[in-house]
């Protein structure tokens, strides 16, 4: 069964970090694009960032670059999303998600097959 499972979320102050995690099961992530993405309550899921298969090549939304760096480590089958410099509106649920047949870094929901259960962030004082 092809499962993936995020960690590492909480409550964090302003300004903190967080690192949440993406692990794979099931299959071997190294091949594919993985996209990370986030949702408040009553709001669409907005994409935040994806990385290529090699990890060579990264991109960000706008309203987190420069705070947000994905990464991954193909032989530990696990893509992280470290987070810097959190602000109380980067407070969501975050997935991570991917596809075996996606051959380049999607930004829409509607491109990725598989998708972790989601993890909680918050950022308040």
């Known amino acids: 069964q092809l499962q993936l499972v995020e960690s590492g979320g909480g409550l964090v102050q302003p300004g903190g970090s967080l690192r949440v995690s993406c692990a794979a099961s099931?299959?071997?992530?190294?091949?594919?694009?993985i996209g990370w993405f986030r949702q408040v309550p009553g709001k669409e899921r907005e994409w935040v960032s994806c990385?290529?298969?090699?990890?060579?090549?990264?991109h960000y939304a706008d309203f987190v670059k420069g705070r947000f760096t994905v990464s991954r480590d193909n032989a530990k089958n696990t893509v992280y999303l470290q987070m810097n410099n959190l602000k109380p509106e980067d407070t969501a649920v975050y997935y991570c998600?991917?596809?075996?047949?996606?051959?380049?870094?999607?930004?829409?929901?509607?491109?990725?097959?598989?998708w972790g259960q989601g993890i909680q962030i918050t950022v308040s004082s």
């Open positions: 990385i290529t298969p090699s990890g060579g090549g990264t």
């Open positions: 099931g299959w071997t992530l190294g091949r594919n694009f």
């Open positions: 998600a991917a596809s075996p047949a996606l051959w380049y870094c999607s930004t829409d929901v509607g491109g990725f097959t598989y």
